[in-house]
């Protein structure tokens, strides 16, 4: 009876034992109180080094442009900032020019490389420009392409008003102003001719008698 009792302490050893060896795995495997979890984070990418810039202009701007208003016999036209006279073209076609190479050069365009303001009479609403066939920005005014006149080098003068029947003067109503029509020639009397003189009747003298 003894070593049957052995026997049976010593097969129930084995399952007691595994259940220990069991036991301490897992307890090993608990974390401790207050350590800290792993945890898996993700970096914050750092900041783009990327700025925007405002897009850049392909030309620089140039001076303002100033168009103001002469008075004068014509009544009020359009003249540029130095008092030269500006004038509309009745053959262009809407804001297109039509004037170029004999043309251009006796009548040349109003060119602008920057601002274009107006003063005086002149209405900034009507200001505008319109591109040239050789890249080259032309000012309009109430949808005229404006030009100056080749041979006229001082303020006021109006040399170019009518040329051709195109050319006008520019109101600041944006309308053309023409010429007064010509008055017919006024025709000169004739001669006066001095009346002719009749000379007096010839008189026979009287012949004297002789006496006794």
């Known amino acids: 009876m003894p070593g049957r009792i052995s026997s049976r302490a010593a097969g129930f050893g084995g399952p007691l034992a595994a259940v220990a060896i069991l036991a301490a795995a897992c307890g090993g495997s608990t974390a401790a109180p207050g350590a800290p979890g792993t945890s898996t984070t993700t970096a914050a990418p750092p900041p783009s080094s990327q700025t925007t810039t405002a897009p850049a202009t392909t030309s620089a701007a140039g001076p303002t442009m100033t168009l103001t208003t002469q008075t004068g016999g014509y009544g009020v036209w359009l003249t540029d900032q130095t008092g030269r006279t500006l004038y509309l073209r009745t053959s262009d076609t809407g804001t297109t020019s039509s004037c170029y190479g004999a043309c251009a050069t006796a009548f040349p365009p109003l060119l602008a490389t920057g601002p274009v303001a107006a003063s005086g009479a002149a209405v900034a609403g009507d200001v505008g420009t319109t591109a040239r066939t050789d890249g080259t920005t032309q000012v309009t005014y109430a949808g005229h392409p404006l030009y100056y006149f080749a041979t006229e080098t001082s303020p006021g003068q109006v040399k170019g008003l009518g040329a051709q029947g195109v050319w006008f003067l520019v109101a600041p109503t944006g309308t053309m102003i023409k010429p007064p029509p010509m008055a017919p020639p006024r025709m000169a009397p004739p001669p006066m001719t001095r009346p002719r003189m ?15």
């Not at 009749?198 to 006794?212: K, V």
């Open 198 to 212: 009749t000379p007096p009747p010839m008189t026979r003298p009287m012949m004297g008698g002789g006496g006794g």
